[in-house]
């Protein structure tokens, strides 16, 4: 990225990479801001939603900064289709980390998962930074809020943490969270830097100051 970028008012983004075509390259947004970015669609098959919406083995985003404005980093995701069952990666940089790497980025706008329509979410991951990692997260930072739908919403559960919503295997490192992260169901898995860490996953030098 040679230069900030502020998104117009209106403009919808399309995340880099989906489940049929993994970003495997290197992204260096060279310390430069997206302010403005808007991600607001609705879905039929399964959600990939970020900045970078599916990052596989051998990609790298790193050194790049969304940023508030007049129209924050908001994601709503709405699913449509009668009983349709869809899984939800959602981060304000990148919505699934499949052994890639995430370096060096932060989020300071609100990573936001609506569930509406008569589809039915198997499962959200959402994360201020990354939603499901099994790659390495790390020197990141959210400001942002992170909010969830409830379970009433979810077949299974949603998963919703202040810099990564699920890490399966992966590590996350270095990273740090003050944004609040909500959810209005008493069965969510909640945390202020992971929402859910399942067994082989590592989380090391990482603090959370936001309210969960």
Aim: hydrophobic share 30%; net charge negative.
């Amino acid at each position: 990225l040679t230069a900030d970028i502020t998104c117009g008012a209106g403009t919808n983004w399309t995340p880099i990479g989906n489940a049929s075509n993994l970003y495997s390259g290197t992204f260096n947004g060279c310390g430069h801001t997206i302010k403005g970015l808007t991600i607001s669609d609705s879905y039929s098959e399964d959600i990939y939603v970020g900045l970078f919406g599916y990052v596989g083995e051998g990609g790298k985003v790193q050194n790049v900064g969304l940023i508030d404005g007049s129209i924050n980093v908001t994601v709503t995701v709405t699913v449509t289709g009668t009983g349709t069952l869809l899984l939800a990666y959602v981060g304000g940089v990148v919505g699934r980390n499949e052994r890639g790497t995430v370096t060096n980025c932060y989020n300071k706008g609100d990573v936001n998962v609506n569930v509406t329509g008569t589809g039915t979410l198997l499962h959200a991951y959402v994360g201020g930074v990354v939603g499901w990692n099994n790659g390495t997260v790390q020197y990141c930072y959210n400001t942002g809020s992170v909010t969830i739908p409830p379970t009433s919403s979810v077949a299974y559960a949603a998963y919703a943490g202040g810099v990564v919503g699920w890490s399966t295997g992966g590590t996350v490192t270095n990273c740090y969270n003050t944004g609040s992260v909500n959810s209005s169901s008493s069965g969510a898995y909640v945390g202020g830097v992971v929402g859910y860490c399942q067994i082989g996953a590592q989380v090391t030098n990482c603090y959370n100051t936001g309210s969960v």
